[in-house]
């Protein structure tokens, strides 16, 4: 990695200031043709002044991906979850969330699943000062909770998938997103979380959604972009099989992870959407 940095001397605690600095860098870069290369939901400040000083230096810098490093997007198919999921001829494998599958062949490209009661754990995804989502410390508040930063100082394995969930408006602006972690079936009685930031959901009620899934790698610079037509697909899928009508924007949109991002292109994605209540 490659990183732009404008040195910025600024008075501290003015993230105003900041702000203005990183849409000047952005104005600098996009005049160059080099703005898309830029990792923008990845900023750094570097302080290096003390607390009490009334000026000091600090930096201001984002990953920039060099030409040879740049990544593509892969067309495999999506890892089964056979090879994912523990079970007797996987036995080293993880432990997953349990649904039945339901067949619909008016959706062929679309997986109907009802998710069965189960405890998990969940967080908001908080933004920064640049109003960027802030997806690694929300998975580290849940990941401490498995590692036993919880009333019973109880280390537990983890359930797949990661379950990321925007809640979005009429306009498909997003108002909110969370993530969470499924808990095992063994712990009957699951801790609460000692970070006030993490919640215990137990015994939520099953629950019926529409899932498509996908493989391969997802470079940072164009997950929103890949995410956005896998939903787009989901729902084109939805409308023409009538198990969505036309012009209806999902109040919640989710996104299932099952893999790692070091697998490489023998990866796991899953767009979803929940199945509209009947009345």
């Given at each position: 990695?490659?990183?732009?940095?404008?040195?910025?001397?600024?008075?501290?605690?003015?993230?105003?200031?900041?702000?203005?600095?990183?849409?000047?860098?952005?104005?600098?870069?996009?005049?160059?043709?080099?703005?898309?290369?830029?990792?923008?939901?990845?900023?750094?400040?570097?302080?290096?002044?003390?607390?009490?000083?009334?000026?000091?230096?600090?930096?201001?810098?984002?990953?920039?991906?060099?030409?040879?490093?740049?990544?593509?997007?892969?067309?495999?198919?999506?890892?089964?979850?056979?090879?994912?999921?523990?079970?007797?001829?996987?036995?080293?494998?993880?432990?997953?969330?349990?649904?039945?599958?339901?067949?619909?062949?008016?959706?062929?490209?679309?997986q109907e699943r009802i998710y069965k009661s189960a405890n998990s754990v969940v967080t908001k995804i908080e933004t920064n000062i640049f109003g960027e989502a802030q997806y690694e410390e929300a998975l580290k508040r849940l990941e401490k909770y498995f590692n036993g930063h919880n009333n019973a100082n109880l280390t537990m394995e983890i359930v797949v998938p990661v379950t990321f969930t925007m809640e979005i408006d009429d306009n498909f602006v997003p108002v909110e997103k969370f993530v969470a972690h499924g808990i095992s079936v063994a712990v009957t009685d699951p801790p609460q979380p000692t970070d006030p930031k993490v919640y215990l959901m137990k015994n939520?009620?099953?629950?019926?959604?529409?899932?498509?899934?996908?493989?391969?790698?997802?470079?940072?610079?164009?997950?929103?972009?890949?995410?956005?037509?896998?939903?787009e697909l989901l729902m084109k899928d939805l409308i023409k099989g009538k198990a969505m009508a036309e012009n209806t924007v999902p109040p919640t949109l989710i996104?299932?992870?099952?893999?790692?991002?070091?697998?490489?292109?023998?990866?796991?994605?899953?767009?979803?959407i929940p199945k509209p209540q009947t009345t």
């Open positions: 990695k490659q990183w732009y940095q404008r040195r910025v001397a600024i008075t501290a605690g003015r993230h105003k200031l900041i702000r203005k600095q990183s849409k000047k860098m952005k104005e600098q870069l996009s005049s160059k043709g080099l703005s898309e290369k830029v990792q923008w939901n990845m900023p750094l400040i570097f302080d290096y002044g003390r607390p009490d000083d009334k000026v000091k230096r600090m930096e201001l810098a984002f990953p920039w991906i060099a030409d040879d490093e740049e990544e593509t997007e892969s067309t495999d198919d999506p890892k089964p979850l056979s090879q994912i999921c523990k079970s007797d001829k996987n036995p080293k494998g993880w432990e997953c969330a349990e649904f039945k599958e339901i067949k619909n062949p008016d959706i062929p490209n679309v939520t009620p099953e629950f019926r959604v529409y899932v498509r899934a996908f493989g391969g790698v997802i470079p940072s610079a164009k997950s929103e972009e890949i995410y956005s037509r896998q939903f996104t299932l992870e099952y893999t790692n991002p070091e697998e490489g292109s023998q990866q796991r994605h899953e767009v979803v």
